[in-house]
């Protein structure tokens, strides 16, 4: 099935980028993620320019947190006060992003900076959560329970002025916290094309503190927001969001998050885990080796 | 009666030296207008014509013919990557001021064994020999690495193309060339030159124009994308969340 993409000007098979969507939206079904970190690189791999597929990555993720976000608010799991001002970081976030990606770009370096970004942030994360779940699989095995962590924000957070009550999180902390996460996260999305949540969900947890019950829900509503945000961000500057390549990607990715909830809730969370982190490690891998090795075009072309 | 014969005398003349005029060239273009839309996987465009003496007879076999499309140009930065520091970064770029967006060549015999390189250059007849005009004093050889690497990236993209005996004479009056357009051409208006060549000079030439334009859905789409971001932007929000809804909905039926 040919598809031409208007915005991309040259045409795909549309079947493998409902396929692509589909892997991503079971992956964000099954984990919570939004799938963003594969979607970007595989799109960029199938000969998609590269400001096109991160423009349009991130509307497929507004639409795979969607149901999500409905989910997470009939059992009370999101956090609203704590998201809305995560949302405002976030909004702030993609503006700087915006900014630094022409920058970049004029530069010539948004490549490569978008390629150390993956590296750095997969590796990091992905090595984290391979080092817990594989150490909470031993405790299963063995039988003897690690000793659970005490839940409390970090020492840095504390320090902060200003202080708010946030019930569902069961916090007192600064409200610049989750800003200036919100505004981290937000640049990210801007630059990468990911939903942040990847980051977003350990450094809740482990950062702020917050309740683990509320902790998917919030991240969700954060990122339902700021793709949101960036996907207008891009509209306006970039000019690079292609609404038939997105809605492609989307049939996909809406189909797979429902199938991946689904299975999600037979398996077991531990090892769900280790897989995430085995996907996550392996693409952050792939792009280290890239840019080690002689890439297979030395020379790319960009408008004056 | 004086001047009757002086006339004769000239139609003579023009006879006689006949041999040496240009010929005529009649080429055409199986389409002018190329749409982009959906389910344009590419085209191929045939370009043909006829070649014919100044008295009108067949005269093919005496020409080469060279047959050049090339689309509109465009200012762009040519960037180069280098390791550095046990990565590959964009390290040297240079500004080139006329880089065509599409070019293809099609000739009876190669361009080398037709022309000299000078005539080459003034033509730009073949890939070795497009004006680029780089913005800057920049020296030959960076020069030339810099435009081989631009020749090389866009001939795997498919935008250049070179096809030495792609042109066929039948009945040494008509040729022929196909040549293909892949489905990531940019818009824009396209030239098609046709040049016949004796002994090492361009005698004759004639051109003509192909349209290259999105229609329709895909023009809105692009037009909406480029002059009314905020709605477009409000457009693919509202078409992400619908569908996301629209999911959660249908599965949650079941």
Redesign the interface.
């Known amino acids: 099935m040919?598809?031409?993409l208007?915005?991309a000007?040259?045409?795909v098979n549309g079947l493998i980028i409902v396929g692509l969507g589909a892997i991503t939206g079971l992956l964000s079904g099954m984990f919570g993620v939004g799938g963003g970190f594969l979607t970007t690189p595989l799109m960029i791999f199938y000969g998609i320019p590269p400001t096109v597929a991160a423009a349009s990555a991130a509307?497929?993720v507004?639409?795979?947190?969607?149901?999500g976000v409905?989910?997470h608010t009939r059992r009370g799991g999101v956090d609203y006060h704590m998201g809305g001002v995560m949302v405002v970081g976030g909004i702030i976030g993609t503006g700087i992003g915006a900014g630094l990606f022409s920058l970049l770009q004029r530069l010539?370096?948004i490549?490569?900076v978008i390629n150390?970004l993956y590296v750095l942030m997969l590796g990091g994360i992905g090595g984290l959560m391979a080092r817990e779940s594989i150490q909470s699989i031993r405790a299963e095995r063995s039988g003897i329970p690690i000793a659970a962590r005490k839940r409390r924000h970090h020492p840095m957070v504390a320090s902060l002025p200003l202080r708010w009550r946030f019930y569902r999180s069961g916090l007192y902390i600064s409200p610049l916290a989750p800003l200036l996460l919100g505004i981290g996260t937000g640049i990210l999305t801007m630059l990468m094309g990911v939903g942040g949540g990847f980051i977003l969900v350990p450094a809740m947890l482990y950062i702020l503190g917050m309740s683990a019950n509320v902790v998917v829900g919030t991240s969700l509503f954060q990122i339902l927001f700021v793709t949101?945000a960036t996907?207008?961000?891009?509209?306006?500057?970039t000019?690079a969001?292609d609404?038939?390549l997105?809605?492609l990607l989307?049939?996909g990715s809406?189909?797979g998050?429902?199938l991946g909830a689904?299975f999600a809730q037979k398996a077991s969370p531990v090892k769900l885990r280790l897989v995430l982190a085995i996907i996550v490690l392996l693409v952050a891998g792939r792009m280290a080796i890239g840019?080690?090795?002689?890439?297979d075009?030395?020379?790319?072309?960009?408008?004056? | 009666m004086k001047r009757l014969r002086l006339s004769a005398c000239a139609l003579a003349a023009a006879i006689l030296l006949g041999g040496a005029r240009d010929p005529i060239l009649v080429p055409e273009v199986s389409q002018h207008e190329v749409d982009?839309?959906?389910?344009?996987?590419?085209t191929e465009l045939l370009l043909f014509g006829a070649i014919l003496t100044p008295e009108g007879s067949r005269a093919a076999q005496d020409y080469d013919i060279v047959v050049v499309l090339k689309g509109p140009t465009?200012?762009?930065?040519?960037?180069?990557?280098q390791?550095v520091a046990?990565?590959?970064?964009?390290a040297d770029?240079t500004?080139l001021?006329s880089?065509p967006s599409y070019y293809a060549l099609a000739s009876t015999r190669p361009i080398s064994d037709i022309v000299d390189d000078k005539t080459a250059a003034i033509y730009e007849l073949g890939l070795k020999w497009l004006q680029l005009s780089p913005i800057g004093a920049i020296d030959p050889a960076e020069q030339t690495r810099?435009s081989d690497?631009?020749v090389?990236?866009n001939r795997r993209n498919g935008l250049y193309r070179e096809d030495a005996g792609g042109v066929k004479v039948s009945e040494q009056v008509l040729y022929q060339a196909r040549i293909w357009l892949p489905?990531?051409v940019?818009?824009g208006t396209y030239t098609a030159e046709t040049y016949a060549v004796t002994r090492g000079r361009v005698v004759a030439s004639a051109s003509s124009q192909v349209e290259v334009r999105?229609l329709g859905?895909?023009?809105a789409?692009?037009n909406f994308?480029?002059n009314y971001?905020?709605a477009?932007?409000?457009?693919?929000?509202a078409?992400?969340?619908g569908?996301?809804?629209?999911?959660?909905r249908?599965?949650a039926l079941r």
């Open positions: 040919d598809v031409y208007p915005i000007n040259l045409s509307s497929q507004t639409g795979a947190s969607v149901s409905f989910a010539g370096q490549d490569t150390i949101m996907t207008m961000m891009h509209s306006m500057t000019h969001v609404i038939v997105a809605s989307l049939l809406v189909t998050a429902q689904q840019l080690g090795y002689r890439p075009e030395i020379y790319t072309v960009s408008p004056l | 982009l839309r959906q389910g344009f996987t590419g465009q200012s762009i930065v040519l960037r180069e990557k390791k046990g990565i590959w970064i964009n770029s500004e001021r880089a810099f690497g631009l090389d990236l489905s990531q940019p818009t999105k859905f895909e023009r789409t692009a994308a480029e971001g905020f477009y932007g409000l457009l693919a929000v078409v992400s969340i569908m996301g809804w629209l999911a959660g249908l599965f």
